[in-house]
């Protein structure tokens, strides 16, 4: 990776950054946590994460905010992973606080859960008194998320002020709070898309199976292709079709659409992400397309 | 494919986001869906033509009141070069942002428009350039379609600029004449201004050298993490994770470590890659010693014959951040320098630097927010300095305000010792 002119890839660059970051919070905080959806992001945090203290294991544990809506791939890729890295797992369930009426489900047929995580998500930063949040956000993905610090405070009620963040400068960061407040951390946040797939090819991270094109009975809804059966239902009027397809994000299913594509390893990947011209949130997400500013507003209530 | 950092800083009425948008549009670095967003959005506030500057402006304060409030950044690359764009608001309420974009760029672009040529605020963005020490400026002279081309106009600013500048202590500086809005010298050699020899903006940013910035010289590692496995196999493993901040590091090397001042030899350095030989800035490894010596988070490994300052006094220049508090003498804070906390007390507010004239204004009482002025600070605990100009990074410092843990400084180490 290094050549005798002393010069670092870009690659190598922002891994160096992004280990610096965990350095600093497992030095600086008494609880920290890492965000782990399975998703490549949150695959490629965690990687990060055993290599900023190898040989010694990652000093905190991994959190998943389960919506209950989930891939069957991603679930059985997430036990793998932890049974393997032998790291704690905490999971933070959508579906338990439902069962126990602290949060109400909107009675619709397909019912999206992703705005439902935020309750759950800042019951458990209380309940375990977490004082450092890792998130995979990446600023490249949206307008909002341009503007996040990389250590980003959050007052006790889990609030993000996009107006008045606390100036970061070099990577001197300040995590100082007071109890009850916690800092997120985007040890991501430099990284793009295409920065995340190379990265997964030489580094050799291992994903979900549902990112490579595979064949899945689909059917057509504002514009994404969502699975049939899973845990979204066509309507009448939608047609569900066998295709060819594969994921470029992965969140709650009920909101995550696929991409029709054939490629099939992580190369043919990288030569679709470099050549695509459409964001992958805008692809696949239906959860931005609320409003002009719907992500900026999620964020404001504690999202990830 | 290296990384270039660059800041840009100008107004909107100087074409900024225009500039940033044709840069990102013809890099190929606009998704269709953002372009599309855009033109929405443009369209329902019954604008004619896309307004680029709503890609930039991602808050919704800032979409309602057309104005940047923010760093916001940006990626794009090019086959050559992957960027990271911090793009800040250059209005003097702005200042702090300013500064944050560009402590840590490898350069900025400067815009001025050539119809109004060097203006105060061209100035400004020069003078906070150079004092957050980015190597290399680049004087963009836009919407040079409104001013015919001219070749006479912009060797006019070209030489108004030169004159300034040669007062302040630029590294590298270079002139270009584009039109943001017509992508003329931008991504390529302009039709329009065969006078002008001389690369395109985009050629400049992917051809800058950027390798020799760095201070390959004064060997300084400041220690952030001890790893310590504590299992059988790994039993006496101990390593010292950091950043490299300076220098070169070699397996083999003689190294002392402050503040005990005791020395070992580099044993081993270990990467996430596996070990290796040699380490230099900005990599992130783990440093193992010969000797089990006591070493901490905080502490500094560097050479027996080249060390930092151990002091206790710091002088320096101070961008304040706050409006409440005010930086006043006899004001307490906390300071974190590399991996080190401190209690801090100013003990003098010398000047205030005006950052449009750069005059120095002696004798007043506070640095309110966005104020620059140059102070002396007195410390609880010794940190091991350089001054900035040496290094980016033992010459840095934030303050934080105790009671609400805001940032509420940044300073720059003009003095140590």
Same mark, same amino acid.
């Given at each position: 990776m290094t050549a005798p002119t002393y010069q670092l890839t870009h690659l190598a660059a922002l891994e160096a950054e992004s280990l610096h970051i965990f350095r600093e919070v497992a030095a600086e905080f008494e609880r920290p946590v890492l965000l782990f959806s399975g998703g490549k992001d949150s695959a490629v945090m965690l990687w990060l994460a055993l290599r900023a203290f190898a040989p010694a294991p990652i000093p905190f544990p991994v959190m998943h905010v389960d919506t209950g809506h989930n891939f069957p791939e991603v679930i059985e890729y997430r036990d793998r992973i932890v049974a393997e890295t032998g790291i704690r797992l905490e999971v933070a369930s959508v579906q338990a606080a439902i069962d126990t009426g602290r949060i109400t489900e909107n009675p619709d047929i397909d019912p999206n859960r992703n705005q439902l995580q935020i309750i759950p998500l800042l019951d458990a930063i209380t309940e375990h008194r977490f004082d450092a949040v890792f998130g995979g956000a990446r600023r490249d993905e949206e307008r909002a998320r341009a503007k996040e610090r990389v250590f980003s405070f959050r007052d006790e009620f889990g609030q993000w002020d996009p107006k008045n963040q606390r100036p970061e400068l070099w990577s001197i960061y300040n995590g100082r709070h007071h109890r009850g407040e916690h800092i997120r951390v985007f040890p991501l946040s430099n990284w793009t898309e295409s920065d995340i797939w190379h990265y997964i090819r030489d580094a050799e991270v291992p994903i979900p199976s549902i990112y490579y094109a595979h064949e899945r009975d689909v059917f057509l809804r504002d514009g994404m292709l969502l699975a049939a059966g899973l845990w979204t239902h066509p309507r009448e009027d939608e047609v569900v079709e066998r295709r060819t397809v594969r994921y470029r994000t992965i969140g709650d299913a009920t909101c995550t659409g696929a991409v029709a594509s054939s490629a099939a390893t992580i190369a043919d990947v990288i030569d679709e992400v470099d050549a695509t011209r459409i964001t992958e949130r805008g692809a696949t997400r239906a959860d931005d397309r609320a409003s002009e500013a719907a992500m900026e507003d999620r964020k404001r209530d504690g999202y990830f | 494919m290296d990384l270039l950092r660059l800041a840009t800083a100008g107004s909107v009425d100087d074409g900024k986001s225009t500039l940033i948008g044709r840069l990102l549009y013809d890099s190929k670095s606009i998704f269709e869906d953002q372009l599309t967003h855009v033109e929405d959005v443009s369209r329902r506030r019954g604008l004619g033509q896309a307004d680029l500057a709503l890609l930039t402006d991602g808050l919704r304060a800032e979409r309602e009141q057309g104005i940047t409030i923010d760093v916001a950044y940006r990626y794009f690359s090019t086959p050559r070069r992957r960027f990271v764009l911090a793009d800040t608001p250059g209005h003097p309420q702005y200042t702090r942002n300013m500064v944050t974009g560009a402590s840590t760029a490898n350069l900025a672009l400067v815009l001025v428009d050539a119809r109004n040529g060097v203006l105060e605020q061209t100035r400004r963005h020069a003078f906070l350039a150079t004092l957050l020490r980015v190597p290399h400026i680049v004087l963009c002279v836009n919407k040079m379609d409104l001013v015919d081309h001219s070749q006479e106009r912009f060797n006019e600013i070209r030489d108004e600029f030169g004159a300034f500048a040669a007062k302040l202590d630029v590294g590298d500086l270079s002139f270009i004449p584009v039109s943001a809005l017509n992508g003329d010298n931008i991504v390529s050699r302009s039709m329009s201004m065969p006078w002008y020899e001389g690369p395109s903006l985009l050629h400049h940013l992917e051809e /800058?050298?950027? @390798?020799?910035?760095? +201070?390959? /010289?004064d060997v300084r590692f400041p220690v952030q993490y001890v790893i310590r496995p504590r299992d059988d196999k790994h039993h006496d493993y101990r390593g010292y994770a950091g950043q490299v901040a300076g220098g070169v590091l070699a397996v083999g090397d003689t190294v002392e470590v402050l503040p005990s001042g005791m020395q070992s030899t580099i044993s081993h350095i270990d990467t996430p890659e596996g070990p290796v030989d040699e380490a230099f800035a900005p990599m992130s490894v783990v440093i193992r010693l010969a000797d089990n010596i006591d070493v901490s988070r905080g502490d500094l490994i560097c050479r027996p014959q080249n060390q930092p300052v151990m002091t206790q006094t710091v002088e320096a220049v101070v961008c304040w951040m706050s409006g409440t508090p005010r930086l006043q003498a006899g004001g307490r804070y906390l300071l974190k320098h590399t991996h080190r906390w401190s209690k801090a007390i100013v003990r003098d507010l010398k000047y205030r630097i005006d950052v449009n004239t750069m005059h120095r204004e002696e004798g007043v009482q506070a640095l309110g927010l966005n104020d620059i002025g140059r102070v002396t600070l007195r410390l609880a605990q010794p940190i091991f300095a350089d001054e900035y100009r040496r290094n980016r990074t033992t010459g840095s410092f934030i303050l934080v305000d105790e @009671? &609400? +843990? +805001? &940032?509420v400084g940044a300073g720059i180490i003009t003095n140590a010792g």
């Open positions: - | /800058v050298h950027i @390798a020799s910035d760095r +201070n390959l /010289v @009671a &609400t +843990n +805001n &940032t």
